[in-house]
C-alpha cells in the first residue's frame, strides 16, 4: 500500500480492524456489557465517519484535523433521528465519545508498531467541549407542600372507577398499582436525598426499625451501610414522614409481594402480579424515574397555578431539594453535606446546594 512503512501489512493499517482488536482485547468482558456496548458504538461512528470523508479507513491517515472535525460533526449534527433528520448532540455526550476514542488511541499507541502513528496520538490535542454550567432543580417550599399534597393523596388516583367495581368485597385499586410503595419511595427521596440506584439497592435488613410499629414509634430510625458510588457507604437517618410512609408499606403492601420473592429480600418490591419482573423481586432504577414522573404528572394536573408546575420530576430532583434543605439546616456545614450526600467532590456540593433562581432572587429583593 503506497504510504505504508516497509514490513507492515496492509491490515495493520486498518482503524476498523484495530477497534475490533481493542474491543475483543480490552473492553468485551473486561467492562460491563452496556458499557462495552455503548464504546463500540461511539467508535463504530468515528470509523464510518474516516470511511464517508476519506473514502478508507486507513488508520495512518487520523490526524487532530480529522479528530477535531468529527468533534464539531457531533457538537452541531451528531443524533439523526427516524426520519432522517440531524440535531446537535448534548457537549458531555461529545465529550464522552472523545474519551473512548482516546483511550483507543492510547491502546493503539501501546500495542502498534512505532511507525505505523508517525505523529503520535490524534486525539492528545483535541480538547473536549465546555460544559455549560450546572443547573440546580431544587424545588421551592410551595412545590414541596403540592408533592406532598399528591402524595398524601396518591391512593384515589390508583383506584377503579365505574360501577362495576364499587360494592363490599371487591378490589379498589389497580392490580399492580402500589401506592404505599410509591409514597414511601418519594418521602424516601425527599427526606435522605438519596439516588435512584441507592433506593433499588436497599434491603429489608439495612432498615432500623425494620418492624412497622417500632418504626412509626422510633425518632432516630435509619438504613445502614448504604452503598453510594466508588463503594462508599454511608448511614441514612429517616425523617418523620419516611418513616411514617415506609411503616405503612411494610405492614399493608409489601407481604404479599415479598412472598412472591425469592434471594435477598429488597426493601421495595415490584408486584407480584407482573409477569415480567424480577425472581427477587427487585425495582430496577428505571421504575423510580417512572414512580416520579407519574406523581410529577399528577401534581401538574392537580395545580392549577403556574409557579408551583414541575414539568418531568426526576429523581435528582428530590435529592437537590433535600441538599439545599439541609444545607441550611445545617448552617452549610461542609462536613454534613459530604456525610449525607455521599459525595466529597466541590463541583457536586456547590450544585447541590444552589437555590432556583426564584429562590435565589428573594434573597435581594428587599435589599
Not at 479528530?67 to 448532540?89: F, I, K, Q
Not at 473512548?100 to 491502546?107: D, E, V, Y
Not at 452503598?227 to 403492601?253: H, I, M, N, P, W
Request: glycine share 6%.
Amino acid at each position: 500500500m503506497l504510504g505504508l512503512s516497509d514490513g507492515l501489512d496492509p491490515a495493520d493499517d486498518s482503524l476498523t480492524t484495530w477497534i475490533e482488536r481493542y474491543l475483543d482485547l480490552a473492553v468485551r468482558g473486561v467492562r460491563s456489557a452496556e458499557v462495552a456496548a455503548k464504546i463500540a458504538r461511539h467508535l463504530d461512528r468515528f470509523a464510518g465517519w474516516i470511511a464517508d470523508g476519506l473514502g478508507h479507513d486507513r488508520l495512518s491517515a487520523v490526524t487532530v484535523r480529522e479528530v477535531t472535525a468529527w468533534r464539531d460533526h457531533l457538537a452541531t449534527a451528531g443524533n439523526t433521528g427516524r426520519d432522517g433528520t440531524t440535531a446537535p448532540m448534548a457537549a458531555a455526550t461529545v465529550n464522552n465519545h472523545l474519551a473512548h476514542l482516546s483511550a483507543l488511541f492510547t491502546w493503539i499507541c501501546a500495542h502498534a508498531p512505532a511507525q505505523l502513528l508517525h505523529h503520535g496520538d490524534p486525539t492528545k490535542k483535541v480538547p473536549p467541549l465546555p460544559l455549560p454550567a450546572p443547573q440546580p432543580r431544587a424545588l421551592t417550599a410551595a412545590q414541596v407542600r403540592t408533592v406532598k399534597n399528591i402524595v398524601d393523596r396518591i391512593e384515589t388516583f390508583h383506584e377503579l372507577k365505574g360501577r362495576r367495581h364499587r360494592g363490599a368485597g371487591k378490589e379498589r385499586l389497580h392490580a399492580h398499582a402500589r401506592p404505599l410503595r410509591d409514597r414511601a419511595i418519594v418521602y424516601l427521596l425527599f427526606g435522605t436525598g438519596l439516588r435512584r440506584a441507592e433506593v433499588v439497592g436497599l434491603d429489608l435488613d439495612q432498615l432500623e426499625a425494620a418492624d412497622p410499629a417500632a418504626l412509626r414509634q422510633a425518632k432516630a430510625a435509619r438504613l445502614r451501610d448504604v452503598r453510594g458510588k466508588g463503594r462508599t457507604s454511608r448511614t441514612v437517618f429517616l425523617s418523620r414522614d419516611a418513616r411514617q410512609a415506609l411503616a405503612d408499606y411494610l405492614e399493608l403492601e409489601r407481604p404479599s409481594d415479598a412472598a412472591a420473592s425469592t434471594g435477598p429480600s429488597a426493601l421495595f418490591l415490584s408486584a407480584a402480579s407482573i409477569a415480567a419482573r424480577r425472581p427477587n423481586g427487585r425495582l430496577s432504577p428505571r421504575s423510580i424515574n417512572t414512580i416520579l414522573g407519574e406523581i410529577g404528572h399528577l401534581h401538574d394536573a392537580q395545580t392549577p397555578d403556574p409557579s408551583r408546575k414541575l414539568g418531568l420530576l426526576r429523581p435528582h430532583d428530590a435529592r437537590h431539594t433535600f441538599a439545599f434543605q439541609l444545607s441550611q439546616a445545617s448552617g452549610h456545614n461542609r462536613a454534613e453535606l459530604e456525610r449525607r450526600l455521599g459525595h466529597a467532590n466541590d463541583r457536586y456540593l456547590r450544585l447541590y446546594t444552589n437555590p432556583p433562581d426564584d429562590i435565589a432572587a428573594s434573597y435581594i429583593e428587599d435589599l
